[in-house]
């Protein structure tokens, strides 16, 4: 089953002040997309905890037409399309009821031995279940690195808190990408609360609890740029939003 989709309807609790989900809420179902597939061919998250593996985030590149609105009936759906060494990349997207794609993402991640705590080889065992891989979107190769601004300015600090912990026992990726939007709309500048365009997240350091997140931000050939660092400097995660231009 290499290819995963499931139904949900936009709930109250999902959207913000305009009715629309917030982009918390579609990182959380691109997730729970992935794990309930994952759990579908046998490799749950207690699964891979049997065996002394984990799948972490590596990188997003999410190109979003629309914000699924309140009510809304949407088709979650997920395919991985490749597997090399350590890393597998998959698609994801979210359809509206006439099939017409809302999001279409590829993302990166990396295969965790949990015992030596460092990356290791995907095996032929996690592979299998999935039966032929396909590569559903054909979206173009995802570029990892996020090049920073010359300039970027302080967005202050905020100490990691318990609800923003997952199961991996660190700041869950999508947490990342919601407080730079924060940011970016509260900022002297200015950002229009968003509602399409394509966001690139990279991820190089895992965040836990008690953790102080020291955000800082600047823009780079017209895309606003959030790196969310600790307070030497160690990037946790770099977030670039700006317009899609396929869209």
């Not at 290819?3 to 809420?25: A, I, N, P």
């Not at 597939?37 to 998250?45: A, E, I, N």
């Not at 799948?55 to 009510?71: C, M």
């Not at 965790?112 to 032929?132: C, N, S, W, Y």
């Amino acid at each position: 089953m290499a290819m995963y989709e499931f139904q949900e309807r936009v709930r109250y609790s999902e959207t913000d002040e305009r009715g629309r989900m917030t982009l918390l809420s579609v990182l959380n179902a691109l997730q729970d997309c992935s794990t309930f597939h994952l759990k579908d061919v046998g490799l749950s998250v207690e699964e891979l905890r049997k065996r002394g593996r984990s799948w972490l985030l590596s990188a997003w590149d999410i190109r979003i037409l629309r914000l699924p609105e309140l009510y809304e009936s949407i088709t979650i759906g997920t395919s991985p399309h490749s597997f090399h060494g350590i890393l597998a990349h998959r698609n994801f997207w979210i359809k509206d009821s006439r099939e017409r794609f809302l999001l279409r993402a590829e993302s990166e991640w990396f295969s965790l031995d949990t015992e030596r705590m460092r990356p290791a080889r995907v095996k032929a065992e996690m592979l299998t279940p999935f039966g032929e891989m396909r590569d559903v979107l054909h979206l173009p190769e995802l570029v990892r690195r996020i090049l920073l601004p010359d300039q970027l300015y302080d967005g202050g600090s905020f100490p990691v808190m318990r609800q923003q912990i997952d199961s991996n026992h660190h700041v869950n990726n999508a947490q990342y990408i919601a407080l730079s939007l924060e940011l970016l709309q509260d900022s002297p500048e200015g950002f229009p609360a968003f509602s399409r365009g394509r966001i690139r997240a990279e991820y190089q350091k895992a965040a836990r609890f008690g953790d102080l997140l020291c955000a800082r931000y600047g823009e780079r050939e017209g895309k606003r740029i959030v790196s969310i660092q600790n307070p030497e400097g160690e990037v946790f995660c770099n977030v670039e939003i700006g317009e899609d231009p396929e869209a």
